[in-house]
């Protein structure tokens, strides 16, 4: 069974950090390209940054947190990253972890982010 755990969300005051991890389990999350996605309320999902599978060399962000966030990755945990700083009220949202390879895509349950001013 497929499973993404993910944690590290909470409250934090606009200019503060978070780090945000995805636990996964039942997949060869080497083989993995990884994802980050949040959803505000009322809002579509959007993706937020990825991170391409194996050595993770590649990766991708929106254009919103460039500079702030950082997507990475531990094959030997199995586990995908994000370091969130200078957070604004703006990043406030549900954050998904996503696993894709070729065909299969699975999603975790997330984890709020709330983001005071």
């Known amino acids: 069974q497929v499973q993404l755990v993910e944690s590290g969300g909470g409250l934090v005051p606009a200019g503060g950090s978070l780090r945000l991890s995805c636990g996964t389990s039942?997949?060869?999350?080497?083989?993995?390209?990884m994802g980050w996605y949040r959803q505000a309320p009322g809002k579509q999902r959007e993706l937020v940054a990825t991170?391409?599978?194996?050595?993770?060399?590649?990766?991708n962000y929106a254009d919103s947190v460039k500079g702030r966030f950082t997507i990475s990755r531990d094959n030997a945990k199995n586990t995908v990253y994000l370091e969130m700083s200078s957070l604004k009220p703006e990043d406030t949202a549900v954050y998904y972890c996503?696993?894709?390879?070729?065909?299969?895509?699975?999603w975790g349950q997330g984890t709020q982010v709330t983001v005071s001013s």
């Open positions: 996503s696993a894709t390879f070729m065909k299969s895509n699975y």
């Open positions: 039942g997949i060869s999350f080497r083989f993995y390209d």
């Open positions: 991170i391409s599978n194996n050595s993770g060399s590649n990766t």
